[in-house]
């Protein structure tokens, strides 16, 4: 007869160090992990109003941004209005009217409707001179439902402030033969002036679909 084998019990894990080793994988992961950050172009926000002043605007000198709970982007000047339907519209793919095509046109009247901001003569100094534009009364009012996305939000947001950036580029190269990320702080501040960035940001409401 075969004899039987002794069975060998295995020794006992030393529980004592796990708590030790777990922590320097937590401060290891805590190290190396690099966390999500806020995308978005950089803005400075307006200097706050006195509380016992108020702002009358007509209503052809502000364009109205908003995005309802299906993330569909409302735009409305005294113009008209233009709704588009998913957040990848405002791009104008294909050749269709993009946000910054509307943008464009409230900031630059190009036209001198009525149905657009005022334009108003302002000195700017040289080289540029005396111009007639349209920054001194027009607003850009934005407004977002409480359920959107921040990502939605941030698209559109980026997309005004884009417009901004690049029509003072175009005019840094028009009155200065450089881009705008050459000039010096002065020339900024001329090119600033001409096209002032005024993005109002209200609190979010709800609403479900516009009228």
């Not at 004592?16 to 320097?24: N, Q």
């Not at 307006?46 to 007509?58: F, G, Y």
């Not at 209005?81 to 519209?89: A, N, S």
């Not at 960035?197 to 516009?210: G, V």
Request: neutral net charge; aromatic residues 10%; proline residues 7%.
């Amino acid at each position: 007869m075969a004899k039987k084998r002794k069975k060998r019990k295995l020794p006992g894990l030393n529980g004592a160090a796990l708590a030790d080793i777990s922590f320097l994988f937590l401060v290891f992961f805590l190290l190396v992990t690099t966390m999500d950050t806020d995308t978005g172009l950089p803005r400075q926000l307006p200097r706050p109003q006195p509380e016992d002043v108020i702002v009358e605007i007509e209503r052809r000198n502000i364009l109205v941004v908003n995005i309802n709970a299906r993330e569909e982007v409302f735009v409305s000047s005294a113009q008209g209005t233009h709704i588009f339907e998913t957040i990848d519209d405002i791009f104008g793919r294909h050749g269709a009217l993009s946000l910054r095509d509307l943008v464009r046109e409230f900031v630059l009247n190009e036209h001198r409707l009525e149905t657009l901001p005022e334009w108003e003569y302002v000195d700017f100094g040289p080289p540029i001179g005396t111009l007639p534009i349209t920054g001194p009364r027009r607003v850009i009012s934005m407004m977002n439902d409480a359920t959107t996305r921040y990502n939605a939000f941030i698209i559109v947001q980026n997309e005004l402030v884009r417009t901004f950036n690049e029509l003072r580029d175009d005019a840094a190269r028009r009155h200065f033969n450089i881009p705008y990320s050459g000039l010096s702080a002065e020339q900024r501040e001329q090119i600033d002036r001409m096209y002032p960035q005024r993005i109002s940001e209200a609190p979010p409401r709800e609403f479900q679909q516009f009228q």
